[in-house]
Nanobody, 119 residues
């Protein structure tokens, strides 16, 4: 099994930045793609970005150019650098990992970290 723990969420003003981290443990040799999702109050969970084991990345249109996903395999950690934050970015952010390099990683999930952007 794989365990994922997110950190780095918090309260920030519009225009500010945050960096989320997702630390993986357990059977990490199983992990290929990793990704970020978010869920705003009253809305469905939505895809944010993902990164393959080879380092290829992709982003949702709503955050493209503002967010950057990366991973440090030596530290078993994935990151999401979020810049130019907007109030509509307010959500619980979840990390996910997958045993395959597929564009919507979803085998394993973290518990989520709250990001609140004030106007």
């Amino acid at each position: 099994q794989v365990q994922l723990v997110e950190s780095g969420g918090g309260l920030v003003q519009a225009g500010g930045s945050l960096r989320l981290s997702c630390a993986a443990s357990g059977s990490i040799f199983m992990i290929r793609a990793m990704g970020w999702y978010r869920q705003a109050p009253g809305k469905q969970r939505e895809y944010v970005a993902h990164i393959t084991s080879g380092g290829s990345t992709a982003y949702a249109d709503s955050i493209k150019g503002r967010f950057t996903i990366s991973r440090d395999n030596a530290k078993n950690t994935m990151y999401l650098q979020m810049n130019s934050l907007k109030p509509e970015d307010t959500a619980v952010y979840y990390c996910a990992a997958d045993r395959l390099n597929r564009p919507r990683p979803n085998d394993y999930w973290g518990q989520g970290t709250q990001v609140t952007v004030s106007s």
